[in-house]
Structures are given as C-alpha cells and as structure tokens.
C-alpha cells in the first residue's frame, strides 16, 4: 500500500490550495484518513480529519478555512485549503487507517508535500 500526497506549493497570504492524498495497492477498505502538518522547528500537528462515515475534526487554527473531504471509490482524500497564511507553512501529511488482505486496519503515512505561505 502506498499514499501519495500531492498539491503542495507557494502561494501569497489570502491564497488557496488543494491537497490531495491517494492510496494505491491492495486496499480492501480506509476507515479515515487525516491531514497533518510539521512547521519547521515545531512538532508535526494534527490539521484535520475526517472518518470513514464522513465525520470530520479540525485544529481550531484553520476552522473555517480548511475542508477536508474523501471519495471512498477512489481511494482519494482532499485537504481544501482557504484564506491561507504565513503561519501555514509546513510540509504537510496525509495518513490513512487501511486494511489489506493480509491484515486489519494499520496506520499509513504519505511522502510530505510542502505548502509555502508568503508574499
């Protein structure tokens, strides 16, 4: 099983992104996925989240601002980022609670994608 997050980018304070996150591989079911991020210098933070039934957790810092959604079909997570500032910059993850044929639900981690906040 594989996660790849994508979408990252720089963009001027006020800006917007789209962050995707896809798994790949023998995937029989994603029970939630979740967005994470790691400033330079801080430890790595839980953004948002959302569960298999579409229940969905924010960090009181983006509330508002950010949406994070998923198409169980494809396999696919989206963080939708608004109203972006510089204190958003951070490399950010997505990680996915997957179970395969060969075992229950473990926790997997997407390659960072790095989001830059500045004018």
């Known amino acids: 099983v594989q996660l790849q997050a994508s979408g990252g980018g720089s963009v001027q304070p006020g800006g917007s992104l789209r962050l995707s996150c896809s798994a790949s591989?023998?995937?029989?079911?994603?029970?939630?996925m979740g967005w994470y991020r790691q400033a330079p210098g801080k430890q790595r933070e839980l953004v948002a989240e959302?569960?298999?039934?579409?229940?969905?957790d924010y960090a009181d810092s983006v509330k508002g601002r950010f949406t994070i959604s998923g198409h169980n079909a494809k396999n696919t997570g989206y963080l939708e980022m608004n109203s972006l500032k510089p204190e958003d910059t951070a490399v950010y993850y997505c990680k996915a609670s997957i179970s395969t044929p060969r075992t229950s639900y473990l926790d997997f981690w997407g390659q960072g994608t790095l989001v830059t906040v500045s004018s």
């Open positions: 591989g023998s995937i029989l079911g994603i029970n939630g």
């Open positions: 959302i569960t298999r039934a579409g229940v969905t």
